[in-house]
């Protein structure tokens, strides 16, 4: 334990690794604070506190399971807020409204149909209410979103195959549409817990690459590696070290990233919502059934293994570099390839590719909120549970070749 804690603080004492340290911790605050994953509800707004406890407000106004009777008291609660003659403009207001909706060629049936809602002063006042519309249909959407990916895999792939997958998709979100009971509440701290992952790229990732990137390429580069076979305790043991120091600094990178993300957007956004669901039918078209609090466990696991990942196949390139700039090099081209924009191309086999890679991984949410399946030994199989089985096997592969390429360089000199 005490060659592992030795060889952590040679990596956490570089001086590279301490000033990555500090200006990855300030960039992160500055991502969090000012970037836009904040979304609309930045820390540095005025009307910051205002809106959020707004929200909270009218959101939990409306907390429960969304069932019938749930859409009945927020169908007559908006009724009576757009049918209430003192939340209309004054009658002159109104004959205008009406010849301004005529002179742009509406029909007075088509008026009709609108309501009073286009005679409200305020106008925000109906908009509260679209969210709460949008979730009411939260099963019919379930319903047709498998409906839709079900088709498409029949299309995409007639026979045997096309119908394995479009089976399992019926069945996952059917049961997401007939069995998952949804919640309706405010749930931002969770969703911008979860959103804050697609920067853990240039946060978590970026310090596990700068901290392990010389961590065997320095002992070539150094001329130190020879004076392992001479060292008390032995070729195994050291490597050993160095490779549990470095899977440690990754827990130690992703866990001070997460924890202070943790405590400052729960400050700041509150843990009310936990039961909710986390679907939007819109980015996140995902079948399974969890809520904000199971998918936001899920999403920080995941993060995790991505970033353990990260670390085996740096610590991989270091064993194989003989030169810490090279290791550098080579660890980054490696890091940033995945990260390119896949606009760029159309291919999905490439696409699917890097879904693989550990910086796809580490951005963790993002692995979660889409649905594909893989069609393996006659099984459909959802993308997510193979992409992270795939990544813990190599994860361990990684580090085997790390202490096999190490030793083997030693051997030989």
Known sequence: MSLTK????????????LIAIAVILLLN????????????????????????????????????????????KFIAEKNEIINNPANHVSGKEKEQILQNLKSDGMTDEMIAEMGNIIFLKDSNIHGRYEDMEFSSHFYENAKAMGSYFAQQYREQYPGEKGEALAAKTEEMYNSLADEYKAYYNYNYGYHKLRNIHST??????????IGLAPIFAAEYSGKTDALLLTSKHGKKRLIHAKIKAGLLFAVLSWGVIQLINTLLIFSIYG????????????????????NQWQITLVTVATCLIG????ACIVMLISAFSKNQFISLLAGGFLFMFPAINLALTDNNALQGFFDFTPV???TAAN????????????????????????AIVLSG???????????RHQVEN
């Open 6 to 17: 030795f060889e952590l603080k040679k990596i956490i004492l570089n001086p590279v690794t």
């Open 29 to 72: 605050l500055y991502t969090l604070f000012f970037g836009r994953q904040t979304g609309n509800y930045k820390a540095n707004e005025t009307p910051f506190d205002t809106d959020i406890v707004r929200l909270q407000e009218e959101m939990g106004h409306f907390a429960g399971e969304i069932n019938e009777e749930w859409y009945q």
């Open 200 to 209: 853990y790229l240039f946060t978590i990732g970026l310090l596990i690459l």
């Open 271 to 290: 843990t009310t919502g936990a039961e909710a669901y986390w679907q939007d039918w819109n980015k996140i078209l995902s079948p399974f059934a969890f």
């Open 307 to 310: 970033s353990l990942f990260l």
């Open 360 to 362: 796809r991984i580490l």
């Open 367 to 390: 692995q979660w909120q889409s649905f594909k399946l893989f069609y393996l030994f006659g099984n459909a199989i959802p993308a997510q549970y193979v992409i992270l089985t795939t």
């Open 397 to 407: 592969f990684s580090a085997c070749a790390s202490f096999f390429i190490f030793k």
